[in-house]
């Protein structure tokens, strides 16, 4: 059982910075993490996984996020440069265990979730 809390959510003007954390409760170093973010009337959608130090994002935000992982302080990260109005969202970080044969990607069901941490982003 993996527990995650998100922080770092906040308000900010469009072109700005924020950075998101999410403290895991024990090792992850052997799971997809991601995150992940929902709008209102919107789907969720994928903005970024890591695992074993390969990453992938979403098109929306590539060049401008960057996520990362500490693995000894069982924390995820994800940088959000020059953001946009459409960036705003509540941001949710995820888990699953990793499975040699299968890709930490979007795709993954992941099975552990955070509460979520929200973004807004004013023009």
């Known amino acids: 059982q993996v527990q995650l809390v998100e922080s770092g959510g906040g308000s900010v003007q469009a072109g700005g910075s924020l950075t998101l954390s999410c403290a895991a409760s024990g090792y992850t170093y052997n799971y997809c993490m991601g995150w992940f973010r929902q709008a209102p009337g919107k789907s969720r959608e994928g903005v970024a996984t890591?695992?074993?130090?390969?990453?992938s994002y979403a098109d929306s935000v590539k060049g401008r996020f960057t996520v990362s992982k500490d693995n000894a302080k069982y924390t995820l990260y994800l940088q959000m440069n020059s953001l946009k109005p459409e960036d705003a969202a509540m941001y949710y970080c995820?888990?699953?265990?990793?499975?040699?044969?299968?890709?930490?990607?979007?795709?993954?069901?992941?099975?552990?979730w955070g509460q979520g941490t929200q973004v807004t982003v004013s023009a």
């Open positions: 995820a888990a699953v265990r990793l499975v040699a044969s299968i890709p930490c990607n979007f795709r993954r069901n992941f099975n552990y």
């Open positions: 890591i695992s074993s130090g390969r990453t």
